[in-house]
């Protein structure tokens, strides 16, 4: 029998692009949170589980940085 593999759900997905994103434009956290609409303490939180991340909040960052989904998750 095949050991079971963890898979990484969607939200960890989003959330780790978000993250790389974040590092490659050099954005502080306080700029990031203002672009989801959240506080600097909620993005910690996101960082240990960010099951809590909506799909609100995705969309006001892709709004405000002018790229679409697609190009989120193409990182």
């Known amino acids: 029998m095949a050991k079971k593999t963890q898979r990484i ?3 960890k997905h989003i959330w780790a692009r978000i993250r790389y994103w974040q590092n490659l434009r050099d954005v502080s956290d ?3 949170a203002s672009y989801l609409q959240v506080g600097v303490r909620t993005l910690h939180d996101y960082d240990k589980s960010a099951e809590n991340i909506t ?8 709004y405000v940085t002018g790229m679409d989904f697609n190009d989120l998750m193409a990182l």
């Open 30 to 32: 306080a700029e990031l």
């Open 55 to 62: 799909l609100g909040r995705v969309d006001n960052l892709l």
């Open 9 to 11: 759900t969607l939200y």
